[in-house]
């Protein structure tokens, strides 16, 4: 059994349930670059200061860096007995250097190092987070251009409503991930302050200089205030209201993919890598990637309420409560990764069926507003104009045509102002082109929102 790191107090062994019930390295040994880091950057500081040799700074460094290199090659042996990601390092660092090893935790404690820890590999997966949902906008714009002017229904309350271009609808969704985007660079720069030097709650009486540790870690600058910085973990609960609205973005995303394979829809078709079939029902191919990445939608929301309920209450400073922030946050970050990556992979194969979706766009009345819009102006006050159009649409059920389908003198019966040039506006084309402003669904509106679509991804 290894010795306690903290074991001088105590006269007895602790009990063997309680020992696997409060150790965390079954999960936080994930932390090991990011403790290797930040104990490095420790040792350097102390020595700077005087509390170290540069010749105990290089012994700890070349120790650890070793210790780095067993773990990556699955060589290190993690011991549940020596609780968490830090003791274990710091245990094995001990036994191999000997008397230098014991002098890395001067000035530091646990809570500040756990801190730390955290914030550096968060900030590391939030950069690679950023990639990936960078990769997926590029995706969606490069299909967004090649269907600027593919005529698509529209739809309020799954109802078909106006014809928009697919382009456009591809549009919606990269807007809500640049907004996905901004949260996750406001939670970096927010997040990317220095715990350590905060020691266990109140600081420590060795003269370290934070500012130099906060630089060789890269973070922006020291935390203000000791207190806060080892109980703080809203930088947890921020990832993960991020990573939720992210996720329910791709939800929604996920359930037009779902909804539009269909064969009630067959809007789009995804190519055969990206679906699964069933055991028993031959002809099936099932989206089960959208489906899934709808499905885990939830979890990522329940990681939020999960750290929500961890924060609340609890007083100041550390408690070990906050050993329970790391599951939720890891399953985020792993979650959202996958699913980035797996709509980045998906989105640019995404087959239109674009004689579905004409199809679709004519059988709605979907240019009905744009024959009220015409009588409006030809002087009819809109409401009349809603009424006499709502009779046009009556009389178009009934005989099982469209609009544009009418001859001039059916459409005269609603209204006298109506002349020829009707048709020109009760074409899908027409009533998309006619949507001609920023924001609006015309083809020129599209490309040109592309352009400036990119030149945001290329200033990232
Ligand atoms: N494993 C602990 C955690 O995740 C590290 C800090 C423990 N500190 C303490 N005083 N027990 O929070």
Request: overall charge negative; charged content about 25%.
């Amino acid at each position: 059994q290894p010795i306690k790191p903290w074991g001088g107090r105590f006269t007895e062994a602790t009990d063997a349930f309680v020992e696997r019930f409060t150790a965390s390295v079954g999960f936080d040994y994930r932390l090991y670059h990011h403790d290797i880091n930040g104990s490095i950057a420790h040792a350097t500081m102390l020595a700077k200061v005087g509390v170290l040799t540069d010749a105990e700074r290089d012994q700890i460094i070349t120790g650890l860096e070793e210790i780095r290199a067993e773990i990556v090659a699955g060589k290190f042996n993690w011991s549940v007995s020596l609780e968490d990601v830090h003791m274990n390092i710091e245990a094995v660092l001990t036994q191999r250097i000997g008397i230098t090893g014991k002098k890395l935790h001067t000035g530091r404690s646990r809570n500040d190092q756990v801190a730390t820890d955290i914030r550096l590999y968060l900030r590391d997966e939030i950069d690679a987070i950023a990639k990936e949902l960078t990769r997926l906008q590029q995706g969606l714009l490069s299909v967004a251009e090649r269907e600027a002017d593919t005529i698509m229904p529209g739809f309020t309350h799954l109802q078909t409503a106006q014809p928009v271009t697919f382009g456009h609808h591809l549009l919606a969704w990269f807007e809500m991930l640049q907004r996905d985007y901004s949260r996750l660079i406001d939670c970096r720069a927010r997040m990317n302050y220095l715990p350590l030097g905060a020691a266990a709650l109140a600081g420590t009486t060795y003269p370290i200089d934070r500012a130099y540790t906060a630089q060789l870690l890269g973070f922006t600058a020291p935390t203000e205030n000791s207190l806060d910085s080892v109980s703080d973990r809203d930088f947890a609960i921020e990832f993960s209201s991020f990573a939720s609205i992210l996720m329910m973005h791709l939800s929604r995303f996920s359930e037009e993919l779902v909804l539009w394979t269909s064969s009630q829809f067959s809007f789009i078709d995804l190519p055969d890598r990206f679906c699964t079939g069933s055991s028993i029902m031959p002809q099936k191919k099932n989206p089960d990637v959208p489906e899934l990445v709808r499905g885990k939608t939830g979890r990522v929301y329940g990681h939020l309420t999960a750290l929500l309920t961890l924060m609340k209450s609890q007083p100041l400073a550390y408690n070990k409560d906050n050993q329970e922030d790391k599951e939720p946050v890891f399953d985020a970050i792993d979650t959202v990764k996958d699913c980035l990556r797996a709509f980045a992979d998906m989105v640019p194969a995404i087959l239109p069926r674009k004689e579905k979706m004409y199809e679709a766009a004519k059988r709605g009345f979907s240019t009905a507003t744009d024959l009220a819009d015409y009588l409006v102006r030809r002087g009819v006050p809109f409401r009349d104009a809603h009424e006499i159009v709502g009779k046009s649409v009556g009389y178009g059920v009934q005989t099982g045509k469209d609009l544009s389908e009418m001859s001039l003198a059916e459409l005269q019966q609603f209204s006298t102002v109506i002349e020829q040039d009707v048709f020109a506006v009760l074409t899908l084309e027409g009533s998309v082109a006619a949507r001609n402003h920023i924001g609006g669904t015309a083809p020129n509106q599209v490309k040109a929102a592309v352009e400036r679509a990119k030149l945001s991804l290329a200033a990232r």
